[in-house]
């Protein structure tokens, strides 16, 4: 098992940036595919950001690619989204969560929150003038 918390979310002004991290405790955090996910009201679960469990590999949608950053440290047992040029669509509340690689490493499966086993609790974000 792995237990996950989130932190760094806030407001921030159209184009600024924030850095979320997601900090693991439990076992084997290192064999974990890990994902960045969204989430308001309005709109379903939406994953926005994935690293393989070595860190080599990483996967975003199209609505974040090239503004969005996900990154891991094994060493400290944290997982990082940096978030650049946000905008106002970007309101949501972040959760990160972990995966059995082999549940995930095909396609576009890591985007599916069904794949994955445990989740932090979220921390918000709301970028607003």
């Known amino acids: 098992q792995v237990q996950l918390v989130e932190s760094g979310g806030g407001s921030v002004q159209p184009g600024g940036s924030l850095r979320l991290s997601c900090t693991a405790s439990?076992?084997?955090?290192?064999?974990?595919?890990m994902g960045w996910f969204r989430q308001t009201p309005e709109k379903e679960r939406e994953g926005v950001a994935g690293?393989?469990?070595?860190?080599?590999?990483?996967y975003y949608a199209d609505s974040v690619r090239g503004r969005f950053r996900v990154s891991r440290d094994n060493a400290k047992n944290t997982l990082y989204l940096q978030m650049n040029a946000l905008k106002p669509e970007d309101t949501a509340a972040y959760y990160c969560?972990?995966?059995?690689?082999?549940?995930?490493?095909?396609?576009?499966?890591?985007?599916?929150?069904?794949?994955?086993?445990?989740w932090g609790q979220g921390t918000q974000v709301t970028v607003s003038s």
């Open positions: 969560a972990a995966a059995i690689p082999t549940k995930v490493n095909y396609g576009s499966a890591w985007r599916s929150a069904h794949k994955y086993g445990y």
């Open positions: 439990g076992n084997s955090y290192d064999s974990y595919f």
């Open positions: 690293i393989s469990a070595g860190g080599g590999a990483t």
